[in-house]
């Protein structure tokens, strides 16, 4: 009789606290939910984490760099924690992601992405607010992301980490024969990205530096908001990257320009707290009603 009365408790003590947490997540918990996007025939995967709470909520389109072994999902899943919800996916041609992969089919991915979360339908199913979206990019998708509010006039912000100009100086990696020799060679082992290589790289790059350079794009900002992170390695070139996109952004009209350096390496490994607390008070102050 005992044991009955005290596996009746725990069934109660379970039933109230479930009912308690449903109540204070009016019955819409965190979640996860896995993407199929179509982008010029190809299949692209990715998911979305959802805050909780019912309603629509500022959404973040977070992109992975080249080839994306740092992927942020600390990141999405502490943006999410506060409310954002966060929708990250694979570019064609890579990481299983159908097609080939190139850079400017990395910058129309973005914008076919942002497509599918500002159609209503979609938008409706994860809660997103179409008002409220923004992009957040690490390394190339640091380029991906400013080209993708260049590209793209619904997007309220971005912000970069570590980012690259993949078009710097129109020649983006071919700015000396040793930095194009090492870009080639390890080009050559991103075995995740299909149908890619060294030489496709160089001739991209090659023939579409100018069209590639973010530089020559910045009148399109429009008075939005950008906060570019650096950190200091020699990765992502400062002098070439960054601080002439900086200047360009800071040169436009009405735009709220933000740059911080960390000091660390290119995935900011000893400051992901940092990191995502710079983030999340630049997202809160100036991109979320």
Known sequence: MKLILQFLAIIIITLISKTAFSKAMGDHPASIVELTIESFGERMSGFAYLAAGSGVHPTILLLHGYPGNEK?????????????NVVFFH??????SEGEFSLRGAEQDVQVVLQYMFDKKNADRLGIDRNQISIVGHSMGGHMAIAGILDNP?????????????????VGVL???????????YSDSLFMLAGWSG??????TRQYGAKLDLVKRVDKIK????????ANTDVIPMELHIKPLVTALRATKNSQISYK???DD??????????INTTEKFLNTHCKN
Request: aromatic share 8%; net charge positive.
């Open 72 to 84: 942020n999902l600390d990141v999405a899943q502490a943006m999410r924690s506060k409310g954002w």
């Open 91 to 96: 570019y064609r041609g890579s990481w299983g």
């Open 154 to 170: 619904t997007v309220k912000c971005s912000v970069t980490y570590d980012g690259a100009n993949m078009g710097a100086n129109s």
């Open 175 to 185: 700015s000396d024969p040793e930095t194009t020799k090492i870009w080639k060679n």
């Open 199 to 204: 030489t496709k790289l160089l001739a991209e």
């Open 223 to 230: 008075g939005r908001s950008v906060m570019i992170i650096a």
């Open 261 to 263: 350096l960390i000091e």
């Open 266 to 275: 290119h995935s900011f490994s000893s400051s992901r707290t940092e990191l």
